[in-house]
């Protein structure tokens, strides 16, 4: 511990809040949740051998899906299975899983992602001196059952349960049926194959924000223009992505160990008010060639359109930068005339979606980093305004249409004339 002057010690401090966190709070926490019933063992009978226990929207599904297989309570009465649901996770309270755990042989642990619950329950059970087998990330012979990857919905619930259940009760009827009726499902050879494939809406700005000259390489973060990590256009693709706050840092300690010597970094405008504007700093620090390429949507699309916190207009970003020493700044913008009298640095240019290719191209030889700011409102929120009355509404529409061979077959027969463009 530092004694330096203005160092605050507090000797015992830290490790006092410890003890009185994992002690006193936490048995605080456990009282609470006792008090309050937020575990509740919601059904069960004296003849139980089997117990599930889920969490949250989990063990909503897992009643659904318990539902699905027919078994309502009685019929779980009957069955001999047991239901908890867990409210508190953490710190997981003891007693009421003795109580759960009590006369069962089996227990089902149903919970997405990690063994979270499991390890908890785990332990506790240990202790009982009876044996109780727990599943749930895996069975009984050791192969995963509730995935730790992804998410689970009430059908693979279901499935997975049935698996599990069949080997230790008589199902009913109902659980009989569904099997039966996925597994015909499961033989169906003519079952579309149609998928939509992942992409921005209609109008967005990223359509073009996100492209890049050619040769280039381009990386994401979170934010809706993270979808160009699945284009299939290497001229629009980025090639990794780093957590939300961390755009650019990654370059900053490869950049001294690869013969590539520029890369393009994009960041949306929440990113940017975020924090990641310190990282367009320190990339200046470290020296790097980078291109942050800005796309300034303004909002927070991807949540549903709420507006940055501490955001800035265009021209003050552009003022900001010159200040911190960015060599290179290009304004992108359909209309160029909205720039005419905005004071914007010496270093910055405007340019159209149409000189996006050449103004990377450009920046590309610059050494230092250079930042583009495409300036291109969210489709969405555009919509959103237009609704609401905060923006006009549009007069003029252009339809695009493609019709099937067969029906434009007819329409060519037809009497009536199409004025639509094909
Ligand atoms: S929500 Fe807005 S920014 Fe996101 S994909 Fe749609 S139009 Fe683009």
Redesign the pocket.
């Known amino acids: 511990m530092s004694n330096a002057p203005g160092y605050l010690y507090l000797p015992g401090f830290n490790i006092n809040t410890e003890q009185n966190l994992y002690y006193e709070r936490h048995d605080a926490v456990r009282a609470y949740a006792r008090a309050n019933a937020l575990d509740r063992i919601v059904v069960r009978s004296t003849r139980d051998r089997i117990g599930i226990v889920a969490a949250g929207k989990t063990f909503t599904d897992v009643r659904q899906a318990l539902r699905e297989l027919g078994y309502d309570d009685h019929a779980l009465n009957a069955a001999g299975i047991r239901l908890l649901k867990i409210g508190l996770l953490c710190p997981m309270d003891p007693e009421i899983v003795r109580e759960f755990a009590h006369g069962l042989s089996d227990i089902i642990v149903v919970e997405e992602k990690r063994d979270f619950l499991e390890r908890q329950i785990g332990r506790v059970v240990c202790d009982l001196g009876t044996p109780v087998r727990i599943v749930g990330k895996f069975d009984e012979r050791g192969k995963p059952l509730f995935p730790i990857q992804g998410a689970m919905d009430f059908d693979f619930i279901a499935d997975t349960l049935w698996g599990v259940l069949a080997q230790r009760v008589a199902p009913p009827e109902a659980a009989r049926h569904r099997a039966r009726r996925l597994e015909t499902i499961a033989k169906r050879t003519s079952v579309a194959s149609l998928r939509r494939s992942l992409n921005?809406?209609s109008?967005?700005?990223?359509n073009i924000g996100v492209r890049l000259a050619e040769g280039q390489v381009a990386w994401g973060s979170p934010?809706?223009?993270i979808?160009a990590a699945l284009s299939p256009e290497p001229t629009r693709r980025i090639e990794a992505v780093t957590q939300f706050g961390g755009e650019g840092l990654p370059w900053i300690g490869l950049a001294p160990f690869t013969s590539r010597k520029h890369i393009v970094q994009n960041v949306g405008d929440g990113g940017l008010f975020h924090s990641a504007y310190f990282n367009i700093r320190a990339a200046v620090s470290a020296g790097v060639s980078i291109t942050f390429k800005i796309l300034y949507?303004g909002?927070i699309?991807?949540t549903g359109?709420q507006a940055s916190v501490s955001a800035r207009t265009i021209p003050e970003i552009a003022q900001l930068l010159a200040t911190d020493r960015i060599v290179r700044i290009a304004v992108i913008t359909k209309d160029r005339r909205t720039y005419r009298s905005v004071d914007l640095p010496s270093n910055t240019i405007v340019r159209e979606p149409g000189d996006m290719e050449a103004v990377l191209k450009e920046f590309e030889a610059v050494n230092g980093v250079t930042v583009v700011i495409y300036d291109g409102q969210?489709?969405?929120?555009r919509r959103r305004q237009q609704k609401r009355g905060k923006l006009p509404t549009p007069t003029q529409f252009t339809i695009v249409q493609r019709m099937c061979a067969r029906i434009a077959a007819r329409a060519a027969r037809s009497p009536i004339a199409c004025r639509c463009k094909r």
Do not use: I, S, T
């Open positions: 921005f809406c109008g967005c700005p990223h934010g809706c223009h979808f949507n909002a699309a991807n359109g969210c489709a969405n929120e």
